[in-house]
């Protein structure tokens, strides 16, 4: 039986190859999700263990590390004096103490004075001290020129400088946090953390004096101090001899303990990248499935003869059986070795589409592990045995006697049962979906799990099952379809169009499983369609209702910017409001020295006295005129935290200070602020850094808004840092980052529909193959080859078309389903018929494109030995 088949694998290598592919592409994505994911933890772990001392002294409250001061609202102006690090350097467990001056509101523009932008990606600037990491090497590596000396030089990382158009010598423009807001530095070198790069972000090191003519305002003051322990003074006894002398307000801090605080900091960012990624890939391997159920089916009713055979000179059932599963492993070791070698290019390639949106990740270190490497052979061979294993059954079951008989297809069994099934589960799947409209149970399981209560959760879990279920019974669900398609067909194109659509429903199961590859694909892709025009519509809605100053200026990358702006523009003519907004961070309640976790700071946003005056807030209680010590906050915020009006709360910032406010008004939630408001005076006592996040402005009366738009835009002409908008540049620039992403998904979703098309070329080819004599007859009854490909496309395109049919419903209904889930953000339902439109149209195409090679080998069919084929 080994060697029987062997033999079949050898005979059928074409078909072999086509069978393979789906799993190939389903195997590839996951190798290459995986490798990515290694390279994107190798790479910030080396970030993070490169650039950390063996000890820091910082803000006592600090929760992260240092580099929270390049978040919004992360800084603080707590400063460490020249004679504290004095004091650290007598310590005979410190080797060295070296200070660090950080700050962030710094941009840098390129050649043609356009803002370089790191898409997200934060962006560091200190200076630069020489001191060594946890490894004793250096923290920061020279790639090229020196290290800067003097207040006027800096140096760049490779990516930024090659983006900008910088090298070597040329003096760098740069937009400046505070004081002079343009400036020029001279560039001397080029560099990257040791080992890590710098993932994206913009590294921009200065001298010390430098630095502190940027942050500090030129005073000699320092935001943390890195520590070197002595020779054989561990990191415990170094921070402890060091919090002797440390002045109140700050900490000593091990290393160990700064790089947890950052890999538990940036842990949540990777793992949602990780599991965006892995989401596709999956949805890759289960369309990957699909096909190679079908692909068997085919095989395994094109072979009954042949099994016939076995059965009658002595092969038992199980032989049979583990024949048929002994191909499918073969087929899938193949699929997942070429599989894995594609996943490590398509890394690459992931790599390099992050890189363009600004992640960057090094190619070094994007190796297959033994871990990627077994998981996806794992992968690759359970899902290719567990699709082979019905067919295989099927295939033992064949009766010896089957042998003698001239027909040797094995008669339609049932699908009651299988019809019947598949209905409950898609009832399931509907009442699963519609739970957070019917209301969702509170049910709590032994041992104290309870049921998640997201509404979008259980709307996926229901189209979950939905889809699959459509699938599973896509042959009774499709047949209307087909019967329709096929009158169709037929009035359009003849007689062979009603041959194609006769030859589409003369087996439904087979044309129900090849159009489920493609209807997952296009379901999850209108799915996601409908979600988008329904944000975009809700971001026009909100827009139109909340926008109420006549111009608003923010950053492009949604980054603070220099409060200078603010003021120039209060000087232009026609301008007569400019209300301030920043946002901060703080830890709300007392911090948690013994559970760091427990103290993650909360975003804060601060307004100026003109805010209420601009903006119409709905208030639920109070009044939304806060004033300074007072704090203004939403619904949501005052149920999750129990506050009431009129209640003081306590806000720890990590400059040290506290805030205690009281809550003078609850206001239901808006896109205008935030859940917790304060006055950005409050912020200021804080030692909160002054920047700006946005100005909203008013004109004065009978101000043209045009012209006064023109003048502010002159103004910041070369500071483009920020951009001014009026209602509709502002709602278009929100639409264009939802967009981005949409397009992003368009293109990991496309995956899918590649592996449809091989699917239904598979499908057409062996249909082909199993119909030789019939096509000979036709031929010879008069079919030209034009007719005899028409026909076959026709099939194809029906096929996709009904994929395409059950797919879009399914899509618009979940996407409607999964939208009203999350109608509090939401607001507003559309439905984009145009993209629909598209999507059918991109089905026909498909249709197309995947009966090429099935017509082509028809039509050269000799006609003489297709008939007296067998």
Known sequence: M???????????????????LAIVLGVAFLAGVLT?????????????????????????????ATEDAARPGGGSEAMLRPEAIERLRTLPEVARADGVVQGAGLYVLDTEDKLVSSSGAPTLAFNHTGSPNLLGEPMLELDLGSWPKTEK?????GATAEKAGYEVGDAVTLIAPQGETRRKATLTGIAAFNGGGTAGAQLLVFSTAGAQELFTEGKDVYAAVSLTAAPGVSQKELVEAANTVVPDGF????????????????GDFLDVISVFLIVFAVIAVIVG????VNTFSILIAQRSRQLALLRALGASRRQVTVSVLFEALVMALIAATIGVLAGWGLAHGLAAVFRQAGLEIASDVLDLTPRTIGISYAVGVFVTLAAALLPSRRAAKVPPVAAMREDTQPPARSTVLRTSVGLVLLAVGLVLAAMPRIGIPEISLPGGFEVPTSPALWVGVGAGVSILSV??????LGRPVLAALRTVSGLVFGMTGKLAGQNAMRDPRRTGATASALMIGLALVSLIGVLAASMNASISDVVEEEFKPDLIVQSPTFTPFPTSIGDEMEKVEGVATVSR??????????????????????FLFGVDEDMPRIYDLDVLEGSDDVKPGQVLITEEAAKEHKWQLGERIDLTFRSGRQLHPQISGIIAKTQVTGDITVRIEDLVEAKVPREDASLSILLTPGADPAVVHERLDKLVADRPVVAVQDKDEFAESIKGQVNQLLYMIYGLLALAIVIAVIGIVNTLGLSVIERTREIGLLRAIGLSRGQLRRMITLESVTIAVLGAVLGLALGVLFGVLLRDALREDLTSLRVPLDQLAVFMAIAVVVGVLAALLPAIRAGREDVLKAIASE
Do not use: C, Y
Request: no cysteine.
């Open 2 to 20: 080994l060697r029987l088949t062997l033999r079949n694998l050898a005979a059928h290598k074409v078909r072999l190859l086509m069978s393979t």
């Open 36 to 64: 990515f994911s290694h390279g994107l933890d190798r790479t910030f772990s080396g970030i993070i263990n490169g650039s950390t001392p063996d000890a820091q002294v910082r803000p006592a409250n600090s929760t992260t």
């Open 153 to 157: 030089e800096l140096v760049l990382d």
């Open 251 to 266: 900490e000593a801090v091990t290393g160990d303990k700064v790089v947890a605080e950052s890999e538990d900091a940036i």
């Open 289 to 292: 499935a699909f096909i190679i």
């Open 471 to 476: 699938a599973w019974i896509s042959a009774f």
């Open 581 to 602: 907004s920043q946002v901060a961070q703080a830890v709300i309640g007392k911090v948690d020295l013994q559970n760091p976790k427990k103290n993650e700071p909360a």
